[in-house]
């Protein structure tokens, strides 16, 4: 019964974590990217675009190193923005065609949060939500890649 308990809290926890965030969220446009076609694939690039903060400010690390996926941290710096949407477009590529070593499609996004990113993982799972929310994917915390990828 403790389990139950302690296991009902941190989810409760997580929710208002998530609808807190969701209300402070900085507010940028749609960022420039790349399509593939592939609606959920092009959302999801543009949500995680997002969440680390790329096209916020031109200083940030993403935005400065033309990562929009912030792939490899902050030290990764791709030539040109092309160059790091490629990048990450690669990435979800992978995870897409299942050939991902890290990720697979059945993983919820707060699962690909805990991969993705070592900070604030709670608050990464949130932008993510509210960006492809925003994009017309009726999305939560535990909604499986599988059903944004299509």
């Known amino acids: 019964m403790r389990r139950a308990n302690l296991g009902l809290l941190a989810i409760v926890g997580l929710a208002a974590v998530l609808y807190r ?72 590529g992978m995870i897409a065609d299942q050939t991902s070593a890290i990720y697979d499609r059945s993983m919820t996004i707060a699962d690909m949060a805990a991969h993705w990113t070592v900070t604030e993982q709670a608050a990464w799972t949130a932008n993510v939500v509210a960006s492809l929310n925003r994009q017309g994917f009726a999305v939560d915390a535990f909604t499986p890649l599988d059903q944004v990828l299509g």
């Open 21 to 92: 965030s969701r209300s402070t969220l900085p507010s940028f446009p749609t960022l420039p990217s790349p399509s593939t076609g592939a609606a959920g694939l092009d959302a999801l690039a543009q949500a995680i675009a997002y969440a680390e903060g790329y096209g916020a400010s031109p200083t940030n690390a993403p935005t400065r190193n033309n990562n929009p996926g912030d792939l490899g941290g902050a030290a990764r710096a791709y030539a040109t923005a092309q160059a790091g949407w490629d990048a990450l477009y690669r990435q979800l």
